[in-house]
T-cell receptor, first 111, second 112 residues
Framework: GQSLEQPSEVTAVEGAIVQINCTYQ??????LSWYQQHDGGAPTFLSY????GLEETGRFSSFLSRSDSYGYLLLQELQMKDSASYFC????????????FGTGTRLQVTL | SQTIHQWPATLVQPVGSPLSLECTVE??????LYWYRQAAGRGLQLLFY??????ISSEVPQNLSASRPQDRQFILSSKKLLLSDSGFYLC???????????FGSGTRLTVV
């Protein structure tokens, strides 16, 4: 089976940098994804790492270390609108591309 | 462009009543389709997935069933709802070559 662990809550100040960690234990691995979900809304796709290293998309970056079964999402220049829950997810290598999601990290950005 | 429609947005149903939630996808062919459930303040649990018409796989035993009568239509059903069926139900799709899921706007179900 698959299991993923994330911190439950993180608080940071507007303009700062925050890192959300994710460790996983999987029976198969085909990449680590990150999703953002605002209260009451649907998750939206942020990033995907299949190989080790850093992927950058604007203010957001995601990192993966397959040997450590570890990844993180880095958010820079935090804005109030970044207050949301963030989920890491492991993709199953099968044809169905199933995603198993972590428990989620609630990010609160303050002034 | 690809879009996903999910309805209704909210639903309040009595215990023991039936359920039917529908999801349709536009702008893509032969997508993988998924039903997830999210309890309040919790992560997303995969309920069912489908790789083609009539092909349904269940991830957890439960009071729900799913069907895919058409390539871009995915339906979640129950014959008799339980209180524990309350939650936020999300439909999603993916296709080969794209790494992310696209989720529908979700249905918030409250069983009373």
């Amino acid at each position: 089976g698959q299991s993923l662990e994330q911190p439950s809550e993180v608080t940071a100040v507007e303009g700062a940098i925050v890192q959300i960690n994710c460790t996983y234990q999987t029976s198969g691995f085909y990449g680590l994804s990150w999703y953002q979900q605002h209260d009451g809304g649907a998750p939206t796709f942020l990033s995907y790492n299949a190989l080790d290293g850093l992927e950058e998309t604007g203010r957001f970056s995601s990192f993966l270390s397959r040997s450590d079964s570890y990844g993180y999402l880095l958010l820079q220049e935090l804005q109030m609108k970044d207050s949301a829950s963030y989920f890491c997810a492991v993709r199953d290598p099968g044809t169905a591309s199933k995603l198993t999601f972590g428990t989620g990290t609630r990010l609160q950005v303050t002034l | 462009s690809q879009t996903i429609h999910q309805w209704p947005a909210t639903l309040v149903q009595p215990v023991g009543s039936p359920l039917s939630l529908e999801c349709t996808v536009e702008g893509t062919s032969n997508p993988n389709l998924y039903w997830y459930r999210q309890a309040a303040g919790r992560g997303l649990q995969l309920l069912f997935y489908s790789v083609g018409i009539g092909q349904i796989s269940s991830e957890v035993p439960q009071n729900l069933s799913a069907s895919r009568p058409q390539d871009r239509q995915f339906i979640l059903s129950s014959k008799k709802l339980l209180l524990s069926d309350s939650g936020f139900y999300l439909c999603a799709w993916s296709v080969r070559g794209l790494h992310g899921y696209t989720f529908g706007s979700g249905t918030r179900l409250t069983v009373v």
